[in-house]
């Protein structure tokens, strides 16, 4: 598909093809920026690049999905107002640069079937994307969690917007029929297989995510000052990773009502990582279930980046029968939903969710059933 639409484009075949897949994450959300726990997993959705060199500095690319083409000098390769799309390329190839990985000019297609601004991380697939064609374009013998900081740094300092490590993480290196349990402070990680005859079911509310870059920041801004209100009273704590649920319970004078829930949020959803990884272990997919939807109510009610439409579709899905857990997936305000469902019963729970949603808010929802796979650095 990619390499039809590089040939259409430039008139030749692409000296390389590389691919980056979206996310879920099964449980731990709004937890990889306070050092905390999350459970991801790579979907069968990706975004592709594919391209060949050019014997200058320029770089000349074109994106499938908005069927717009854009042109650069890697020499003045500075933030592009107008081709946003091509930010996160021109973020990863100057932060390559800087490190001292020079580039050569190229002709690049990309795109793919990640759904945009649905909240399962198409911006960390383009940028883990890019950064694996420039690795393999030129030769670059990269280390993998190299690649995922520097993906990141790409989203935080040249696009400029704040996220944690768990995205650009999962979609480098996830692993087929496994979720990834990533320690977002030393960054250690473990592949869990996702065992037994369960789907991962997505379900996109079809609502962009409106709020979710202001809220983000204010939520990064709570978390931090409940640690500083935390400190101040004698807790010895980095962040909210460090604080269990007793000492909280100890320590909650020292928080305002509002800095406790998101405190509480954070603590708690740790906590449910842990037992959710030691449980899809031990095959107890129903406990697994029970935390997932744990982890919307906390979502919901302490840390309240849920929304209206999400909230419905949790509903819908906790009603059907097959449905082992429900919850949000992502920053919130919008986006999708990550529903783990029998197999069996996948079919019928995508009819009636969708009909249901309809039914409640006159909306379409769209339902993908998914499979975990492959990072794009997977070995
Ligand atoms: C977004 C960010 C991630 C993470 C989640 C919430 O997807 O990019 O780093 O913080 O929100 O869990």
């Not at 250690?188 to 202001?214: E, F, I, M, T, W």
């Amino acid at each position: 598909m990619i390499e039809e639409a590089f040939k259409k484009i430039f008139g030749a075949s692409p000296e390389v093809v590389v691919r980056a897949p979206g996310r879920v994450n099964l449980i731990g959300e709004h937890t990889d920026y306070n050092d905390g726990f999350v459970l991801p997993a790579a979907i069968d959705r990706f975004i592709e690049f594919a391209g060949r060199r050019r014997s200058d500095r320029t770089i000349r690319i074109h994106s499938t999905d908005f069927q717009d083409s854009a042109e650069f000098s890697l020499d003045d390769n500075q933030k592009d107002s107008e081709h946003r799309w091509s930010n996160y390329l021109r973020g990863v190839s100057k932060f390559l640069e800087s490190d001292g990985h020079q580039l050569t000019g190229a002709e690049i297609v990309f795109g793919g079937n990640v759904p945009r601004e649905s909240g399962l991380s198409s911006s960390a697939a383009v940028e883990v994307a890019a950064t694996t064609f420039w690795q393999r374009l030129m030769g670059l013998k990269l280390d993998p969690v190299y690649v995922v900081k520097l993906a990141r740094r790409a989203e935080n300092e040249f696009v400029g917007v704040p996220c944690g490590i768990m995205d650009q993480f999962i979609s480098a290196l996830g692993r087929k029929e496994h979720a990834l349990f990533l320690d977002c402070r030393d960054l250690s990680y473990r592949h869990v297989p996702l065992r037994g005859d369960v789907k991962l079911v997505v379900c996109n509310s079809g609502v962009k995510r409106a709020l979710a870059q202001s809220e983000y920041e204010v939520r990064l801004k709570q978390c931090n000052q409940a640690v500083a209100q935390l400190k101040s009273v004698g807790l010895a704590i980095r962040n909210l990773r460090d604080v269990d649920p007793e000492d909280l319970d100890t320590a909650s004078d020292a928080l305002s009502e509002i800095l406790l829930r998101r405190a509480r949020h954070v603590v708690t959803e740790n906590a449910r990582v842990l037992e959710a990884v030691k449980v899809l272990e031990e095959g107890d997919l129903e406990r697994f279930g029970e935390l997932m939807n744990a982890s919307h109510e906390s979502l919901r009610d302490d840390y309240e980046v849920s929304s209206k439409e999400l909230d419905v579709l949790v509903e819908l899905a906790w009603k059907q029968p097959g449905t082992l857990g429900a919850r949000m997936t992502g920053a919130g305000f919008g986006g999708c939903t990550i529903n783990l469902v029998r197999i069996d019963a996948a079919d019928a729970f995508a009819e009636a969710v969708s009909r249901g949603y309809q039914e409640a808010l006159g909306l379409k929802a769209e339902i993908y059933v998914c499979q975990a796979s492959d990072g794009a650095m997977a070995a």
